[in-house]
């Protein structure tokens, strides 16, 4: 009965390669989104969607793109991985009303070699 | 814009000593804050939060007070245990309020 899952909780790659982590909430939430959380724990915001459209899109490298499929998925996929991807990426969830807290995934651990 | 200044880690203390973690804003308006408190390997959990000026956040012995004058919310804890260990992350709603904006963290590591 997780409320956000990511899948994969670990993910070891090579540079170069393509890859997606998945994202899926199910608490009826408007509005999900992408952290990136370096090694020394800094959290910062990537992309956020409310309704599947895309309402915020920092300054992130194209490599990276996110699909909605649907108001319950979030999904990220990432081309052409450099070393400097490898973080923790975290999925994020909450209605559209703000002052609301975030639901947060466990989290995806990549590592690019 | 908008953002969140927490003081450095590593924070270490003994069992039962007190704690502060200071935290500090940026932001035109009146956003709302928060602080989340994330144990390893796993993701960050609502500790508390505060949603206007001179409100009090509390939770599990933690309190943070919202103060518009020093645009502050320092995160405290009168007697911390073992199992606090953990990064603290103090946040703010963005002008659209439409993200949270997180401080760098700070690392808590308590010992027995």
């Known amino acids: 009965d997780t409320a956000v899952s990511q899948t994969p909780k670990y993910l070891v790659t090579q540079m170069g390669n393509d890859k997606s982590i998945k994202c899926e909430q199910n608490l009826g939430h408007d509005t999900m989104y992408w952290y990136k959380q370096d090694s020394k724990k800094f959290l910062k915001i990537m992309f956020s969607?409310?309704?599947?459209?895309?309402?915020i899109n920092e300054t992130v490298p194209n490599r990276f793109s996110p699909k909605s499929p649907d108001k319950a998925h979030l999904n990220l996929h990432i081309n052409s991985l450099e070393l400097g991807d490898s973080a923790v990426y975290f999925c994020a969830s909450r209605p559209t009303r703000t002052n609301e807290k975030l639901f947060f995934g466990s989290g995806t651990q990549l590592s690019v070699l | 814009g908008n953002s969140v200044t927490q003081m450095e880690g590593p924070v270490t203390l003994s069992e039962e000593a007190f704690l502060t973690i200071n935290c500090t804003y940026t932001?035109?308006?009146?956003?709302?804050l928060f602080w989340y408190v994330q144990y390893p390997g796993e993701g960050l959990q609502l500790l508390l939060k505060?949603?206007?000026?001179?409100d009090k956040g509390s939770n599990k012995g933690f309190e943070a007070t919202y103060r518009k004058e020093t645009t502050s919310f320092h995160l405290e804890k009168g007697s911390v245990q073992v199992s606090d260990s953990a990064v603290y992350f103090c946040?703010?709603?963005?002008?659209?309020?439409?993200?949270?904006?997180f401080g760098k963290g700070t690392t808590l590591s308590v010992s027995s």
């Open positions: 946040a703010l709603d963005n002008q659209a309020g439409t993200a949270l904006i």
């Open positions: 505060a949603t206007k000026a001179d």
């Open positions: 969607y409310n309704n599947k459209e895309l309402i």
């Open positions: 932001a035109t308006g009146y956003p709302s």
